[in-house]
């Protein structure tokens, strides 16, 4: 299918009473083999990625290894990949060997987080979604300010279609589906990580925080940039 041919308008108007699985049937019908999907594999993930291995196991889904990731994160990972066959890639930086401020020669993360997420997250992700035509990501819009302004699918200027199967879905739906089907979740849900990123830049949520209130806490960032700066 060429993407001209494509009625972004209708067929989010059609997507918005779709199921997460018809929404991923209709898109691996349409853009597989150049299709990916990406997971940080927490919590959140665990339904798309479990729909994914009954419908489509050697989908390719991209995980950035940041280097920064928690070993229970990595761990988990690991698990998932043996017992459910995911074709995991693994993204790293390449564009930098230094992750340290120049002038203080603290780590990015403290001192420039936009810059440390745009050299682990960003870039790799732009660079492995090169060869594809289309992007499946697991958003939800009501995880942060910028969401809710999201569609199911979206076409980036580039041509490169992304594609949201539980954009409209709520915290709620992530649990009963996971709960529904005994599915297993991140070691660290339990120690108050309903979202769980880098370990530098996540904490546990309080009580009365929303989902993501534990990621970047006590600064003004909530998206790493992956869909704002780069699918803009
Ligand atoms: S989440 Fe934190 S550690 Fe991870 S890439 Fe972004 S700034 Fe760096």
């Not at 083999?33 to 919590?43: E, L």
């Not at 993360?109 to 810059?115: F, I, Q, V």
């Not at 309080?206 to 534990?214: L, Y």
Request: negative net charge; glycine residues 6%; charged residues 20%.
């Amino acid at each position: 299918m060429g993407i001209v041919t494509l009625d972004f308008e209708s067929l989010n108007s059609r997507f918005e009473a779709s199921t997460p699985q018809e929404i991923l049937e209709w898109a691996l019908e349409s853009f597989w083999p150049a299709i990916a999907m990406s997971s940080s594999f927490q919590t959140q993930s665990i339904p798309l990625l479990h729909r994914i291995t009954q419908i489509k196991p050697e989908l390719p889904v991209f995980f950035l290894d940041t280097g920064y990731h928690f070993q229970e994160t990595l761990e988990f990972k690991a698990n998932l990949q043996k017992t459910w066959g995911i074709n995991i890639i693994d993204l790293r930086n390449e564009e930098c060997d230094d992750e340290k401020d120049a002038h203080s020669g603290e780590q990015l993360y403290l001192t420039d987080p936009e810059r440390c997420c745009y050299i682990n997250k960003v870039a790799p992700m732009k660079k492995a979604l090169q060869n594809m035509r289309a992007w499946i990501t697991g958003i939800r819009r009501e995880q942060t300010p910028e969401r809710p302004q999201a569609n199911i699918i979206e076409r980036r200027s580039s041509g490169l279609v992304k594609i949201n199967p539980i954009l409209n879905w709520t915290q709620a739906d992530v649990y009963r589906n996971i709960y529904g089907h005994n599915l297993p979740m991140h070691p660290l849900f339990t120690s108050n990580y309903p979202s769980v990123g880098c370990a530098p830049c996540t904490r546990p949520v309080q009580p009365g925080e929303q989902e993501r209130g534990g990621r970047w806490a006590g600064s003004d960032k909530t998206e790493c940039g992956l869909h704002t700066i780069f699918f803009s």
